[in-house]
Each structure stands twice: as structure tokens, then as C-alpha cells.
């Protein structure tokens, strides 16, 4: 299942300083759209007002036809820093992720094992966040957004404090489940080669207050130059953060 997200003239502000200002966005079901830009241009705004962390001050943010008014189990988001609980287990972090949807233990623990295998885990299941490596954590933090199978997946920069080779392993594990699942992914970034081996799309954000400067689409097959380059021009024309 997935669902299209739209964000029309979204404006949000931190204490009179305009981070958004109006910006219109447009996520099909299924599209998997990487948000690319400096530091401190907006991204996890966005992603934070499509997941209700922020609500914004002007304009409207949907998921299907439902407007988003607070965090809910149909957006999983992942972050850089995985958040799992150190007392708990791997499939404990993800069971307690389900709670809010109501399922009965059983089915929590049968949904848990299930992410946990999905993500290449089932071995470590029972392990705490401190005896599993970096890439295994952010892989039960991936489990854990996946588990209440949500219809969007929004990850804010989750693989960007893990070695490269981690990193190229996540990258493909991330693009095997979303086509085998079809969940519209919205990935922020700020590494254009991450933007372009993973999504379809690439919409760069930038600017005070920030605001789309391109949309690219991205062709499957191998890296296109030519779109890197250009791409990186949009960027390095922007003052960073
Ligand atoms: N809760 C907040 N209160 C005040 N200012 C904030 C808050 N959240 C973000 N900002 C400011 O809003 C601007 C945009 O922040 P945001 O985190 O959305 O950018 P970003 O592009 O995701 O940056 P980064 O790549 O560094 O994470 C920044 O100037 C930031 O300092």
C-alpha cells in the first residue's frame, strides 16, 4: 500500500524567521523522491511536516486524501541517529513501536520477527542496540518504521553516520524493499551520489526561505554525469547553512 503525499504552499517559521515559505510538493504513491540540498535549507522541515513533528503555519499537507495533523502509524519515519531503546531487544524496540497500533502480543511479536527478517536481522532479534553494530541498529530502525507497514516512509539523512560499505549495503537493502513493498519514500540527503543511486527523483531545496530550485528525474541504469553535474551546479550556486 501507498499513498501520495502533497504539500501545497507549505509555509513554516521558527520564531519569525521563514524557513518555508509556500512550497509546493508532490510525491506520487509509490515514487521514491530524494530531497537534496545544503544544510540548513529546509529538509527535515519538509520531512517533518509530512511525518506532523511540524505543523506548519500556512498551507496543506495530505497523505491520500486525509490532511496530516500529527504523527501517525501510516508515515514511519528513520532517522540519522536510530533512537532505540538501550534496555530493550532488537524485536523489543519494534514490538513497542506497534503498541500505539493496538495489535495484541502476538501479533506485535509475529510482525516484529517478520520486519526484523525482512531487513536481514532474524539472527539478531534478541540482541540490545549495544551489542549490534552501527548498520545492524540502523537496520531495526528501518525493521521498526516497516513493521506498522506504513503507506509513506520518510527517512531524514539514515545512513549518513555509517562507514561506506554499511552505507552501499543499506543504500541497495532501502531500494529492494521499497520495490518489493511500493511505499512512496521521501529520502533527505545531502549527498547527491546517495540522491542519485537511490530514488527516481531528485528535488533540490534551497534558498532562504527554502524552496524547490530543481526536479530532476532520474533514469534507471547507470549514473548519468551529465545530470550530476547539473545537478551539483544547482547546489554549489547555493550559500550553505
Ligand atoms: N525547532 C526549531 N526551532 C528553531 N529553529 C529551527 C528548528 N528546527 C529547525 N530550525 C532552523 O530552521 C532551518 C532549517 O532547518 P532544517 O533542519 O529543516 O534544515 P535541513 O536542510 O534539514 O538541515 P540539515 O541538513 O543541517 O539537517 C535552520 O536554520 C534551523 O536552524
Excluded at 18 to 26: A, K, Q
Excluded at 42 to 67: E, I, M
Excluded at 132 to 137: F, K, N, T, V
Aim: glycine share 12%; hydrophobic share 40%.
Amino acid at each position: 500500500m501507498s499513498q501520495r503525499v502533497l504539500l501545497e504552499e507549505v509555509s513554516v517559521g521558527y520564531g519569525g524567521t521563514s524557513v518555508l515559505d509556500s512550497l509546493d510538493l508532490d510525491l506520487p504513491a509509490g515514487s521514491f523522491t530524494a530531497l537534496l540540498g545544503p544544510s540548513g535549507c529546509g529538509k527535515s522541515t519538509v520531512l517533518g511536516s509530512v511525518a506532523g513533528f511540524v505543523v506548519p503555519d500556512g498551507g496543506r499537507v495530505t497523505t491520500g486524501s486525509a490532511p496530516v495533523r500529527e504523527p501517525g502509524p501510516d508515515r514511519g519515519v528513520v532517522f540519522q541517529h536510530y533512537a532505540l531503546f538501550p534496555w530493550r531487544t532488537a524485536r523489543g524496540n519494534v514490538e513497542f513501536a506497534l503498541k500505539r497500533l493496538g495489535l495484541p502480543r502476538g501479533e506485535r511479536r509475529r510482525r516484529a520477527l517478520a520486519a526484523l527478517a525482512e531487513v536481514g536481522l532474524a539472527q539478531g532479534a534478541e540482541k540490545y542496540p549495544a551489542q549490534l553494530s552501527g548498520g545492524m541498529q540502523q537496520r531495526v530502525a528501518l525493521a521498526r518504521a516497516l513493521a506498522a507497514e506504513p503507506e509513506v516512509l520518510l527517512l531524514d539523512e539514515p545512513f549518513g553516520a555509517l562507514d561506506t560499505l554499511t552505507r552501499t549495503r543499506m543504500q541497495a537493502l532501502l531500494r529492494e524493499l521499497w520495490q518489493r513493498r511500493g511505499t512512496t519514500v521521501l529520502f533527505v540527503t545531502h549527498d547527491i551520489d546517495e540522491a542519485l543511486a537511490l530514488a527516481q527523483r531528485v528535488v533540490v531545496l534551497g534558498g532562504t526561505p527554502g524552496r524547490v530550485l530543481a526536479d530532476h528525474a532520474v533514469p534507471e541504469g547507470p549514473p548519468d554525469p551529465d545530470l550530476r553535474a547539473l545537478i551539483a551546479r544547482h547546489l554549489h550556486s547555493l550559500p550553505t547553512g
